[in-house]
């Protein structure tokens, strides 16, 4: 009963934007956004505004934009930003001030004690020009300064300065705005690792140096083709523990082109692990995904092959994994109630004596919790055997008995747990196993009627190189049924399974040769099943 106190409300409120869920769970919801896309296009515009409640400019705030000659500051795209955020409710981060890409040449090839000052000048002047402004929250002073096997990145800035730069800058910022939120910021850091860990000891060191640093930035540029780092919640965690904020500043998971309804799935897990990491952790500010719409992302032009990082697709459609932002910030209050469409009808590759390869025509799920995978089962009358499961539409079955039919369907799961309908049955034959011998069997109805069948023939071929002088085709009758006849075999029935053996005249058989036999079935009244697993020894 307690639960019911947490069950909200209203449907509007389940189908609310996302920064309406994020704020009520103390967090910004945000998205990098790019000038010209602001000025120019009204449904990125609004959805901007509508869902986010926080913006990070995704390049209008880089050096290369603000002071592009030496003492020259250019604030027009940056203020856009900022202009566009106050306007809109939306906090604003400074991205960002000390980096090795984006920074003029300029820069770039100045001595030490020029480079600096330039660098002290460029803080101050940028963020200055914000301190006062209640929009502009924080900011990434430094940016990607590690390796990612954990020694310092030796850029420009650290082969001219040493590592004196990075509390240098940070002090710049400081005294520039006492009140932002100063920010180191980097990428492949979401797991612990090498990289991560380094990150931890210098904001340690930093801190215990009375150097003024606030907070952790985790760019989380991540790829389903890479798996999910699941110690993510853990990492955030420990930086927590230093007394820093953290944030998931970059957020988009890129998968290999083309983008199918599998890959969107599992996307969407990425984007709910990663939200519910951030909730989970007070000290998490909240999440910036890099961009929203997969019309404009740095992803394409960056990694070759890949895209489709982000939430809403280039048509402004929300994706399965808008659905799991939304629904992982609303706490879980909206369900899914739909399952997958049918798969379609397995069919097999590959076959071999004790394998085969299946695919079908995937499912789509509208629901919004999105394509989990596929169960793919042997069809055996009463208990089906599960033969397998893939996030794919398609499994390569191993383990399976020479000259054996299967009569196998598929069934898809969505994140939410429904269950689409079963596919038709696809039907294939292994063939006959090492060492020359082997028999396969296939079985067709004839006839049927409501509480009856015919199977007539059953097809018995010899596959192997030698001659055969006898043969034992074993099958399955579904529950309930009952052999009322046969004909050119004899057949003997335990429990479900039937035995159909040779008579005298057609035991032999040459390699490649076939015979038939047949039989009559009586069922209850309305059952549609017929028998299955016929096999040949
Ligand atoms: C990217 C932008 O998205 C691109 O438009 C630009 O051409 C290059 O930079 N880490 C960062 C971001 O900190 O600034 C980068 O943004 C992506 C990687």
Not at 174 to 180: F, L, T, W
Not at 480 to 487: A, V
Request: charged share 10%; aromatic share 10%; glycine share 10%.
């Amino acid at each position: 009963m307690l639960a019911a106190f947490l069950i909200p409300t209203t449907s509007a409120d389940a189908s609310a934007p996302l920064r309406t869920h994020a704020a009520a769970r103390g967090k910004f919801i945000g998205a990098a956004l790019a000038t010209s896309q602001l000025a120019n296009e009204a449904t990125y515009r609004n959805t901007a505004a509508t869902e986010f409640s926080q913006v990070t400019a995704e390049n209008a705030m880089k050096w290369e934009s603000t002071e592009p000659s030496p003492g020259q500051f250019d604030f027009s795209g940056a203020d856009a930003i900022v202009a566009f955020a106050t306007q809109n409710n939306m906090q604003v981060h400074g991205h960002t001030l000390v980096w090795h890409n984006q920074t003029p040449g300029w820069v770039q090839s100045l001595g030490a004690s020029a480079m600096r000052a330039a660098m002290q000048n460029h803080i101050s002047q940028v963020v200055g020009h914000y301190a006062n402004n209640p929009a502009v929250v924080s900011w990434d002073v430094v940016n990607e300064v590690f390796d990612d096997n954990g020694n310092l990145r030796t850029s420009f800035w650290y082969n001219t300065l040493g590592q004196s730069y990075i509390a240098d800058a940070f002090r710049a910022a400081r005294a520039a705005d006492p009140d932002a939120k100063l920010c180191i910021n980097d990428y492949n850091t979401e797991g612990i690792n090498a990289k991560s860990t380094a990150i931890y000891n210098l904001v340690s060191s930093l801190r215990q140096q009375g150097v003024p640093i606030d907070c952790v930035g985790f760019q989380s540029h991540l790829a389903i083709q890479y798996g999910f780092p699941g110690d993510f919640q853990q990492n955030l965690q420990r930086f927590a523990a230093l007394g820093v904020q953290v944030r998931i500043t970059e957020l988009d998971v890129r998968m290999v082109m083309p983008r199918d309804a599998t890959k969107d799935a599992t996307q969407a897990t990425y984007y709910r692990n990663v939200v519910n990491a951030c909730l989970a952790v007070t000290a998490c500010a909240g999440v910036t995904i890099w961009g929203f719409t997969d019309k404009y992302s740095w992803v394409p032009d960056t990694f070759s092959g890949q895209g489709a990082a982000l939430i809403y697709d280039e048509n402004y459609q929300k994706k399965p994994s808008y659905t799991a932002v939304h629904d992982a910030l609303a706490g879980g209050t909206t369900t899914d109630p739909t399952p997958p469409t049918t798969p379609g009808t397995p069919s097999a590759g590959n076959v071999t004596s004790n394998s085969a390869t299946l695919t079908w025509t995937a499912s789509t799920d509208s629901g919004g919790s999105g394509l989990a995978g596929y169960d793919v089962y042997r069809e055996q009358g009463a208990t089906d055997q599960l033969l397998g499961r893939s996030t794919t539409n398609s499994i390569t079955l191993t383990g399976l008995s020479p000259s054996t039919q299967y009569q196998v369907y598929v069934r898809a799961r969505d994140g939410a747990g429904n269950v689409s309908a079963d596919s038709a049955l696809g039907t294939f034959t292994t063939t006959a196993g090492p060492g020359g011998g082997g028999c396969t069997a296939t079985g067709t109805v004839q006839t049927q009627w409501s509480t009856g069948y015919v199977i007539q023939p059953v097809t018995v071929t010899n596959t192997g190189t030698a001659g055969i002088t006898g043969w034992t085709v074993t099958f399955t009758l579904p529950a309930g049924h009952t052999l009322t006849g046969s004909w050119n075999a004899t057949l003997t029935v335990s429990g479900q399974t039937v035995t159909a053996k040779n008579l005298g005249y057609n035991g032999n058989l040459a390699p490649n040769a076939g015979t038939t036999f047949g039989f009559q079935v009586s069922r209850p009244n309305g059952n549609t099943q017929t028998p299955s697993g016929y096999t040949c020894a």
